[in-house]
């Protein structure tokens, strides 16, 4: 499984972005896709996950009634809309894929970061 993050970018605190992951090669239904961020000096975090098959959502506290996590299934790509962004939202955001039991560990797979700044 390759997956192809994107979406980063500078925003100013109260804004929002989009973040995408593309996922291809071989893929299977019963997975979960993940968000994860790492922010500078800090350990990477969970951010969201979603269940492939059925949509299951699953949030880290820091995102919730923030961020979004969806897929689109034609597409095989999953996205995070972040919306009213706070500075501490700064990170490299990390997209992962596998077939964990537990949405928040346990990650096969993993794309290459994009970097999310939000200034004040």
């Known amino acids: 499984v390759q997956l192809q993050a994107s979406g980063g970018g500078l925003v100013q605190a109260g804004g929002s972005l989009r973040l995408s992951c593309a996922a291809s090669?071989?893929?299977?239904?019963?997975?979960?896709m993940g968000w994860f961020r790492q922010a500078p000096g800090k350990e990477r975090e969970f951010v969201a996950a979603i269940r492939w098959s059925g949509g299951t959502t699953y949030y880290a506290d820091s995102g919730k009634g923030r961020f979004t996590i969806s897929r689109d299934n034609a597409k095989n790509t999953v996205y995070l809309q972040m919306n009213s962004l706070k500075p501490e939202d700064t990170a490299v955001y990390y997209c992962?894929?596998?077939?964990?039991?537990?949405?928040?560990?346990?990650?096969?797979?993993w794309g290459q970061g994009t970097l999310v700044t939000v200034s004040s």
């Open positions: 992962a894929a596998g077939f964990n039991t537990d949405p928040s560990i346990g990650y096969d797979f």
């Open positions: 090669g071989r893929t299977f239904s019963s997975y979960y």
